[in-house]
């Protein structure tokens, strides 16, 4: 499915307009990871349109030695309609010798009446520079081989009902509790994605558009751990991503995260997303709704 989900087309008459797929869900709102990793997969196509001079549809059509998203920084502005496919308008900000910059802005609805849901701010770095190194440490978690999948008593209901089907996700047995008096928590996942992604083997692009898709799951709901079943409505408000290190979201990653803060119906929530060889592949960093139904 994940293949689906990036498969961004370049309007054949509008320059800098892609086509997001819809995908089909019994969900009425389209999952915010899917809005992003479009968006994202919409950039990466345009980046590459643009140095190229010709339309990037896929992984091999794309030049050698590329800028790679390092970071983005995006909003939620509206909830999207899962029932629908997205537009996607790409405006170049600016290329230097160093970075690229492009921006996003994600639309449902034809004509007079489309309405703006996403707007996504993207860095790009050109390969080449070397500086000073360090990362955090990776948490000391199980080995994922022995975990157990997430159960379904305790999964979100997209794993439920198979949109997240292709997506092995294992947590860590007594994560969740809390930090600090305060009631701050954190809690660590396992994550890897099970279809067969040969032909994107070496297309760190498409992975790091999977990751974006993937950096939105479960991630809002660690801002809920210990407040005891609380009834909230709960949406993605916005979302951002460092890219640290080269990303294959086919092999395994812990996703650590926690919240350092909630109230007045939001909650922040961040993440760090380790290989499994305790390399920090990439920081996220969330604020969501999490209101109070009355």
Do not use: C
């Not at 099970?194 to 939105?216: C, I, P, Q, S």
């Amino acid at each position: 499915m994940i293949e689906e989900v990036l498969t961004v087309i370049p309007d054949p008459q509008r320059p800098g307009v892609y086509h997001g797929p819809q995908i089909d869900s019994v969900i009425p709102r389209t999952f915010g990871g899917q809005v992003a990793s479009q968006s994202l997969r919409a950039a990466q196509l345009a980046v590459a349109a643009q140095l190229a001079d010709t339309p990037a549809t896929h992984p091999t059509d794309a030049p050698a030695n590329l800028p790679q998203v390092h970071s983005f920084h995006s909003y939620f502005v509206g909830p999207a309609d899962s029932t629908q496919p997205l537009e996607l308008h790409v405006s170049q900000l600016r290329a230097g010798r160093s970075f690229n910059h492009q921006e996003v802005r994600a639309y449902q609805g034809t004509g007079h009446k489309k309405d703006l849901k996403y707007v996504l701010l993207a860095s790009f770095h050109h390969p080449g520079d070397s500086g000073p190194a360090h990362q955090d440490r990776m948490p000391d978690v199980d080995d994922p081989e022995t975990l157990a999948p997430v159960d379904a008593a305790h999964a979100n209901t997209r794993l439920v009902i198979g949109d997240w089907s292709q997506w092995d996700i294992r947590p860590q047995p007594r994560d969740g509790r809390s930090r600090e008096k305060d009631g701050a928590v954190q809690r660590n996942i396992w994550f890897r994605n099970t279809a067969d992604l040969a032909v994107y083997r070496d297309d760190e692009a498409f992975h790091r558009a999977g990751l974006a898709y993937m950096a939105d799951m479960t991630i809002i709901r660690t801002a809920l751990i210990g407040h005891e079943d609380p009834k909230v409505q709960m949406a993605s408000l916005d979302h951002t991503i460092w890219f640290h290190r080269p990303v294959r979201i086919n092999e395994w990653m812990l996703y650590s995260q926690d919240s350092p803060a909630a109230g007045e119906g939001t909650g922040l929530t961040r993440g760090a997303v380790y290989n499994a060889n305790g390399h920090l592949l990439a920081t996220v960093a969330q604020e969501g709704l999490i209101r109070h139904l009355h």
